[in-house]
Nanobody, 124 residues
Framework: QVQLVESGGGLVQPGGSLRLSCAPSGRTFSSLPMGWFRQVPGKEREFVAAISDSGDATYYADSVKGRFTISRDDAKRTVYLQMYSLKPEDTAVYYC?????????????????WGQGTQVTVSS
């Protein structure tokens, strides 16, 4: 019942900024924790950021901490990933994730719903 649509990806120079948006469908959006993951060809999908259902708590991978900010606007039914000081190593396909939670059993972040992904390329 939950569908995710990302937007905002593209080509940006190193040191630049970009904001990704995710518009989840479904009436349960306000009660779902959300997140962002990214993947490079040949590598496994990695966790980037997550935000609680209330928006009061946020979590970040060490590689993006201090540069990326996740936020949500339940009135607009939108989740954002604001990216600053982008580096070439940030180049990846970014996926919006729904029902994102940390698994104490698996010791990793997991998600139930996924968007189709949007390409972010950081290059001069």
């Amino acid at each position: 019942q939950v569908q995710l649509v990302e937007s905002g990806g593209g080509l940006v120079q190193p040191g630049g900024s970009l904001r990704l948006s995710c518009a989840p469908s479904g009436r349960t959006f306000s009660s779902l924790p959300m997140g962002w993951f990214r993947q490079v060809p040949g590598k496994e999908r990695e966790f980037v950021a997550a935000i609680s259902d209330s928006g009061d708590a946020t979590y970040y991978a060490d590689s993006v901490k201090g540069r990326f900010t996740i936020s949500r606007d339940d009135a607009k039914r939108t989740v954002y990933l604001q990216m600053y000081s982008l580096k070439p190593e940030d180049t990846a396909v970014y996926y919006c994730a729904g029902d994102t939670q940390y698994s104490d059993f698996d010791h990793e972040w997991i998600s139930t719903y996924w968007g189709q992904g949007t390409q972010v390329t950081v290059s001069s």
